[in-house]
Structures are given as structure tokens and as C-alpha cells.
């Protein structure tokens, strides 16, 4: 008998890039709530409990009344919003994250599928703060620009209505609020709130986060190769992950690090680059907002809850 797989939300930018997906899925059934009864609440909860795993995609608000309609002990949930990611109860659904972490998601009943702007930060500090070359209380900043799919339906037809004369890199988060900030500093192993500053640019996805590092305020000062290192230890030892490392160098820039090189996939890869003069160092990763930021990582946690 096939897994149902019900996408609650399933006609927004996440529940469509996972219905497209899992369109040439033969293993798994699909259900969706017929058009004329999409409002109905309680069609909301038939579904919902009649899923094996239910993918929300929603508005936080709408995301928990769609946990507390599931009235039975076997839906399985994967949150795509923001509403359960530091919630108690529920594992975060970076696989990569740490060694056991796709075990964990392989046997957790409430997933909260995570943001796509922690992803890059979290895989490149939380080795380097477990590696003890980074103290938790260090100050970090993230910053780095995104494709306007990010910002959801409004900002997808702002910029599609705008065309050539949207702008070419908007900053946003000014308020220093930013809605991920709290996932970002639980999952780097942070103890303090680092400053988020991100940007949209006139793409319609992919990404690239940086996190820049003034390391010479430290007793013991890493080198970027022991940065690297534990950088790279790390993903070695996941057996499956779709993070990559790339080779250490010493280069004024790469062609390679273009947000939207891995559009329509799910990988991740990261770079280290650092001047040991100057004890600094920047750590930045590539990847598809909408896909290892958002609707693939849904994929890959409802494949590991399914054993597959």
C-alpha cells in the first residue's frame, strides 16, 4: 500500500515546487482536497488525518491549526513554516546538521522543515562551534541575497510585474528581526543573537549566504585550514548528505559561486576563504532557496521518515 502524502497548502510557492517534485513519484498517493471544499475546515482535518505524512505549507497561524486537527497517532508532520522550528517536540529537519541527524528525523513524528536562510550559516558555524575554534558567545553576522521566490506570492508577482526595472539587490530585514534568527542561533549552537541582514535580488531562486569572521580577538586564532577542516570533517563523516565541501583556496573569486548554479536540486556546497595576516575569514554556501532551502529539504525529511 503507498504512503498518502497530503500537501496542506499545496497551491503556494512551497506546496507547488513539491507537487512538482513528487509528480513522477510511483511509490507514493498524493491526495488533495477537492476545489469546492479547499475552505472547509473540516475537509482540512479529513485529509490531514487520513495522511501518513501531512507537508504544511502555511502561514505559521495556519500551520498549528492544522497540527491540532490531526486527532490520530499516526500522521507524520513536516512544517514548512516557521511556527514549530525551536518548538519543543519536534526535530529540525537539516539532515546534515549532525552525524545522527537524519536518524533522527528517520524516526520523529513532527519535522519542522527549516528556513532557507539558517541553512547555510547553521552547516558552516555549528561544526566550528562543536570543533571548539568558535566559541558560542563569538558575534556573527550573516548576510548574503536571494531569489524573490523567498519572499512568497507577493513578492514573486511584485517582481514578475516589475520586470527588468525591479531592483537589482534590495536589502530588507532592516528592523535587525529577522523571522529565522532564533533557528539560526539554537542550531548554530550560538548563545547569543546574531545580526541577520539579507537581501533579495532580481533572480527568481537560488541563494548565497556569507558569514564573515574578524577571528583576531580570540586566545587561539584558527587558520583557515583548521576552519576547513572541521568544516570538511564534518560532512565527511554524513553518510548520504547532499552538502559539499570545496576544496580550500586561496582565489580573489570564483565563477563558480553563483546563486543559482544548483536551481532545481537539492545540494549544498560550501567555501571557506580566509587571509591568516589578517585573521579573517569568510564562510559562505550555495543553494536553492526553494530547493535544499524549502521544498527539497521537505522531500528529502519525507523520504527519511518513509525509510527511504
Not at 513554516?81 to 533522527?104: I, L, N, P
Not at 520586470?163 to 550560538?190: N, W
Not at 552538502?243 to 580573489?252: D, I, N, R, S
Not at 565563477?255 to 544548483?262: C, W
Request: glycine fraction near 10%.
Amino acid at each position: 500500500m503507498k504512503p498518502k502524502i497530503f500537501i496542506d497548502g499545496e497551491h503556494g510557492t512551497t506546496g507547488l515546487q513539491i507537487r512538482a517534485l513528487l509528480a513522477e513519484r510511483g511509490d507514493l498517493e498524493i491526495i488533495s482536497i477537492p476545489a469546492e471544499r479547499r475552505k472547509e475546515t473540516a475537509a482540512r482535518a479529513e485529509f490531514l488525518n487520513a495522511a501518513d505524512i501531512a507537508i504544511l505549507c502555511l502561514p505559521d497561524d495556519a500551520a498549528k491549526e492544522s497540527v491540532s486537527l490531526i486527532t490520530n497517532d499516526t500522521t507524520k508532520v513536516i512544517d514548512a513554516s516557521t511556527a514549530h522550528r525551536v518548538a519543543e517536540g519536534w526535530a529540525y529537519g537539516f539532515a546534515e546538521m549532525d552525524r545522527d541527524q537524519a536518524k533522527t528525523i528517520a524516526s520523529a513524528k513532527r519535522i519542522a522543515n527549516p528556513g532557507c536562510w539558517p541553512q547555510g550559516p547553521i552547516a558552516t558555524l555549528r561544526p566550528l562551534v562543536t570543533a571548539g575554534l568558535l566559541p558560542a558567545d563569538f558575534p556573527i553576522t550573516v548576510n548574503g541575497i536571494s531569489g524573490y521566490s523567498g519572499g512568497g506570492r507577493p513578492m514573486i508577482e511584485d517582481y514578475v510585474a516589475k520586470g527588468e526595472d525591479a531592483s537589482e539587490f534590495l536589502p530588507y530585514g532592516l528592523t535587525l528581526q529577522h523571522k529565522h534568527v532564533p533557528e539560526l542561533r539554537a542550531y548554530a549552537k550560538l548563545s547569543h543573537d546574531p545580526i541577520m541582514q539579507p537581501a533579495v535580488g532580481n533572480f527568481a531562486q537560488g541563494m548565497i549566504t556569507v558569514v564573515p569572521l574578524q577571528l583576531g580577538g580570540l586566545d587561539h586564532v584558527p587558520s583557515g585550514a583548521d576552519l576547513h577542516a572541521a568544516i570538511a570533517d564534518h560532512f565527511a563523516a554524513i553518510k548520504g548528505g547532499v552538502v559539499e565541501v570545496a576544496p580550500y583556496a586561496h582565489l580573489e573569486r570564483m565563477p563558480e559561486i553563483d546563486p543559482e548554479v544548483y536551481n532545481g536540486t537539492n545540494r549544498m556546497k560550501v567555501y571557506v576563504f580566509a587571509n591568516d595576516k589578517r585573521a579573517q575569514a569568510l564562510l559562505l554556501a550555495v543553494y536553492d532557496n526553494l530547493g535544499k532551502g524549502a521544498s527539497g529539504a521537505a522531500v528529502q525529511n519525507m523520504d527519511l521518515m518513509l525509510g527511504a
